[in-house]
């Protein structure tokens, strides 16, 4: 299994972007499908996630702002991120849970300025 993660970039506070996690290996249905946030010196968070049944739960600090979508014709997982803040600056990882195992991406770097 590979996730291949990118989208990121430099975006300043207020500006949006579309990450996406491309997975190829295996399908995306029947998956817990996820993704992280890690900040500089910080450990990884969880932002959004969707379930197998497409059940979708998001962080306090992004509801309202990001948005966690499956394509499965195109096998990825997106996350659109709007209202960007400063704080939301990280590295972002996506990850595919089957069974007990958990499988990651490299990680797509996003820089947010103020």
């Known amino acids: 299994v590979q996730l291949q993660a990118f989208g990121g970039g430099l975006v300043q506070a207020g500006g949006s972007l579309r990450l996406s996690c491309a997975v190829s290996g295996r399908t995306v249905v029947g998956a817990r499908m996820g993704w992280y946030r890690q900040a500089p010196g910080e450990q990884r968070d969880l932002i959004a996630d969707i379930s197998s049944s497409s059940q979708i739960s998001y962080a306090a600090f992004v509801r309202g702002r990001f948005t966690i979508s499956r394509d499965i014709a195109k096998n990825t997982v997106y996350l659109q991120m709007n209202s960007l803040k400063p704080e939301d600056t990280g590295v972002y990882y996506c990850?595919?849970?089957?069974?007990?195992?958990?499988?990651w991406g490299q990680g797509t770097k996003v820089t947010v300025s103020s």
């Open positions: 990850k595919k849970r089957e069974g007990r195992i958990d499988y």
